[in-house]
């Protein structure tokens, strides 16, 4: 990055060592960044979060961290299924005498 553009954007608070990772801040998908997307995004850099601006974030780590225990609780489970001596492998005769049975 050009010295003047460093100078520039520190003075505007905003930390420019990563540019790649600043540049995918302030991109807004499209693989450009506009001058819209260039003072839309400074803007959120700049400064401390607030709250407020903390507040979705915080609420999708939660929804996030319940489907994990959700998962772990579900693998537990299958896990000591699998493990239990209670599961038994038929074989190809008992399955078709079984059959036979029903019918």
Same mark, same amino acid.
């Given at each position: 990055?050009?010295? !003047?553009?460093?100078?520039?954007?520190?003075? /505007?608070?905003?930390? @420019?060592? &990563?540019?790649?990772?600043?540049?995918? +801040?302030?991109?807004?998908?499209?693989g450009t960044v506009s001058c819209e997307d260039f003072v839309r995004g400074i803007s959120?850099? !700049?400064?401390?979060?607030?709250?407020?601006? /903390?507040?979705?974030? @915080?609420? &999708?780590?939660?929804?996030?961290?319940? +489907?994990?225990?959700?998962?772990?609780?579900?693998?537990?489970?299958?896990?000591?299924?699998?493990?239990?001596?209670?599961?038994?492998?038929?074989?190809?005769?008992?399955?078709?005498?079984?059959?036979?049975?029903?019918?």
């Open positions: 990055m050009l010295p !003047k553009v460093k100078l520039w954007m520190s003075e /505007l608070g905003v930390n @420019v060592e &990563d540019s790649e990772h600043l540049f995918e +801040l302030l991109d807004d998908g499209d959120k850099l !700049k400064g401390e979060a607030r709250a407020q601006d /903390l507040v979705p974030v @915080v609420k &999708d780590c939660k929804r996030i961290l319940q +489907l994990c225990r959700s998962l772990q609780q579900s693998f537990d489970e299958i896990t000591h299924k699998l493990e239990s001596p209670e599961v038994i492998s038929l074989s190809d005769d008992d399955f078709t005498q079984k059959n036979r049975a029903v019918v």
